[in-house]
């Protein structure tokens, strides 16, 4: 059975950090694009930022470069979102995706999903 699960997520205020996490199970972690996406209201879910599990390759959103990073540890299965200065417009729900080979920038694109984890931040 696949399952990714995110935590981490809460209210901070604007300026704060967060670390959100994403343990995977039930498929083969390597050879993977893990991504992170995010849902705000009214809003289509986009690509906040994605690494590949096998080179470590990176990608970003540009409103989220230089504050958000993705990592991700192959002996646990799970992926990371380490976010600093955030902002109120980060406030959405984010979501973990996988999927085989390179990074998409498409939510459809992406085979697996988790449930998400909110982020609110206040100003």
């Known amino acids: 059975q696949v399952q990714l699960v995110e935590s981490g997520g809460a209210s901070v205020q604007a300026g704060g950090s967060l670390r959100l996490s994403c343990a ?3 498929f083969t972690f390597s050879g993977r694009c893990m991504a992170w996406f995010r849902q705000a209201a009214g809003n289509e879910r986009e690509r906040v930022a994605g690494i ?15 504050r958000f990073t993705i990592s991700r540890d192959n002996a646990k299965n799970t992926v990371y979102l380490q976010m600093s200065s955030l902002k ?4 959405a729900m984010y ?3 996988a999927k085989s080979s ?3 920038v498409a939510a459809r694109d992406f085979t697996y999903w988790g449930q998400g984890t909110q982020v609110t931040v206040s100003s």
Not at 52 to 66: E, F, I
Request: hydrophobic share 20%; charged share 15%; glycine share 18%.
């Open 52 to 66: 590949l599990t096998g080179g470590g390759n990176t990608v970003y959103a540009d409103s989220v470069k230089g």
């Open 95 to 97: 979501y973990c995706a």
């Open 88 to 91: 109120p417009e980060d406030t």
């Open 24 to 26: 995977s199970s039930g």
């Open 102 to 104: 390179w990074c998409s």
